[in-house]
């Protein structure tokens, strides 16, 4: 998650890392996620490294997620294609966390959700839809 500059990342990583871009979604492109006057900033962007791949965003200003500092920016993200587990990861995880977003459909999700595990964890669980 990064303060507004996950577009000059991407770039970055493209030539420092050979990383393919496989998506790259803006706050304005996606309905459900408020953006005002934010709506160039990445909502989620997808790359591939290697056998790998990462995911990065822009965290939107005066939201009410954690503010992005050195030592949080990075959350683990667990994506399947079955809901039911998707829903039981987020069931388990957020056992004496703090759930961020609620699990639910989504414009790009059949099911997600976001919180922080009782360690502190951040994750997002998403269900992946069919392309």
Do not use: W
């Not at 290697?50 to 500092?69: F, Q, T, Y």
């Not at 995880?93 to 989504?106: A, D, I, W, Y």
């Not at 414009?107 to 069919?130: M, N, P, R, W």
């Amino acid at each position: 998650m990064l303060n507004g500059n996950a577009k000059e990342a991407i770039q970055f990583y493209e030539h420092a890392l050979d990383a393919q871009i496989l998506t790259i979604n803006t706050y304005g492109e996606v309905p459900d996620l408020p953006s005002g006057n934010q709506k160039d900033l990445v909502a989620h962007a997808e790359l591939r490294i290697g056998d790998s791949k990462i995911m990065l965003c822009d965290r939107l200003h005066g939201s009410n997620n954690l503010p992005v500092e050195r030592g949080n920016l990075v959350t683990i993200c667990i994506s399947t294609n079955d809901t039911e587990k998707s829903k039981r990861f987020f069931e388990a995880l957020k056992h004496e966390g703090k759930v961020m977003m609620p699990f639910q459909e989504t414009s790009f999700s059949t099911a997600f959700g976001s919180l922080t595990d009782k360690f502190g964890v951040t994750f997002l669980i998403e269900t992946e839809k069919q392309r």
